[in-house]
């Protein structure tokens, strides 16, 4: 006899693991980015919508979760277990989007509140029009549980209609997967025209890899072809390793059309008669319950390692490309202060202002000239250490990311913050400038202006502005120029270190913001140890 552990330890190991498969992310476009957000949501489902609820409330109701393809009659079969209408049906099916639970009026306590399907707005209406009318303003009907009261139904029981598979409603198909995650029996239902198809073979094997308590439904079968359909259909089950999954066929009726009327209870009572056993044998029921809670926690020893390892992929690649832009900006600032060393922002019209000064050209000339130079020097390096960035993550799948291509959204360009780097820059070396005047006898002091442009000059010129160096000693004294010169080199290192600091940080910004980071992999793969440890 296979029995469910709810111990309290148990509880807070699972917990824990379901807040670590949470706060698990792949925002890069990796290849098995897709998939592993997919795992994640279905495995967050199943943890919040059945499994936890589950242990916690061992007596609740068995919630048999109705799920198939568009026009397999789900609506109908529900319907006629029920004995009344409770759910829609007929060719407007795929667009409905509001699912339907149905259960005796003693079990309502059991689902009015959000022990289940938590994200589900719960709305309590005869009709579906009705139900709609009780949305809130701008609430997505998608999200919507509408819940009916049957005392045609044994309490203990619980009937989930759920929307279509293949909805042609994106949100639908979400929701069906969602829905069936909950279920602690999942009744397929197929018809004899499809029961090959693609899309319910998904839900079977599903079924199967996570060992849940399963039926299926063979619907719409033309009493012609019967037996022949459903010895195919059986074949194809044995096939797959599911042959011991019982399994109903309902005859293709007039009532079957469009959802046009109720089967009669013949068609159903096979049906109806086992999941009332499932409910009334304690035996049968403590094996239904026990049976897909451990097919879940079962398939956690396999799933949670791949969610591990996709986190590690992505850390992986995040961590190439973070690699790529400090790279480019350590190569570029280092070649910027090689060039700074050599003299490179005294060139064109900085060099042409300075061999005309001070005759032709003014200290202001002089400093607007050099500033503008060392500006356009350090925008050229950070164009580069860009284009060195772009050319890496070319060639990584994880540069894709529409967070990543979106480039300096602000409308600060990169000219622009360096412009103000730099003259922000000079306005500091004016006013160190100014301190060195003002302690020279008065009588003698230059002017503030002349001293800034020729330590800039000194600083910026290489061995081209030796005269420079001379010059502001013949002015301030040797101390004096040395103690300005050194105090402007620092200042001058500041900055740039500041600039190059700040782009590659702009640079970095984007990726930082998608938070991947090294500590999922491990987080994921410790939770499991400690809930298999407690298993």
Known sequence: MVTLDVRPQLLDALSALRDRVAAARFPLPLAGAPRARANRDELLAQLDDYLVPRLKDPDAPLLAVVGGSTGAGKSTLVNSLVGRRVSEA?????????PVLVCHPEDHHWFSGMRVLPDLTRVWAPRKEAADDLLLPGE?????????????????????????????????????????????????????????DAVPWHLLRTAKEYDAT???????????????????????????????????????LPESAWGGGLLPATAVAPLRT???????DPAARQYTVARTAHGVLASLKSR??????????QYAAALRLTTA?????????????????????????????????????????LLDALVESLAALLLCSVTAADERVAEAWRREPAATAPELTDRDPTPESAEHRIGMAVRRWRRELEEYAEEEVRGLDRGVAPDPETVAALVATALLGGRRARVAGEGLAERIGAHGALRLRDRGGRLLAQH???????????RLAPLDAL??????????????SVLQKER
Not at 232 to 249: C, D, M, N
């Open 90 to 98: 007929g060719v407007l099916r795929p667009t409905t989007r509001t």
């Open 140 to 196: 997505n009907p998608a999200r919507v549980l509408r819940i009916e009261t049957a005392d045609t139904l044994p309490p203990g029981l619980a009937l989930l209609d759920a929307p279509d598979i293949d909805s042609l409603v994106a949100d639908n198909r979400v929701l069906a997967a969602e829905l069936i995650c909950a279920a602690d029996v999942w009744i397929m239902v197929t018809t004899a025209a499809r029961y090959a």
């Open 214 to 252: 399963l039926v299926t439904v063979l619907d719409r079968v033309p009493h012609q072809v019967v037996s022949e359909v459903s010895r195919q259909y059986g074949a194809l089950l044995t096939k797959a390793g599911l042959g011991e999954v019982p399994r109903f066929t309902v005859p293709e």
């Open 274 to 280: 086992w999941l009332v056993h499932q409910v009334q």
């Open 304 to 313: 949670m390692p791949e969610l591990a390892s996709a986190a590690a992929a």
């Open 325 to 365: 832009v400090e790279s480019a900006y350590d190569t570029e600032y280092a070649r910027v202060r090689g060039r700074l060393q050599a003299g490179a922002v005294l060139a064109g019209d900085a060099l042409k202002r300075w061999r005309a000064f001070p005759l032709d050209c003014t200290a202001g000339e």
């Open 496 to 506: 740039l270190d500041r600039v190059v600091h700040t782009e590659r940080e702009r």
């Open 515 to 528: 938070e991947v980071h090294p500590e999922p992999q491990a987080e994921l793969i410790a939770a499991l």
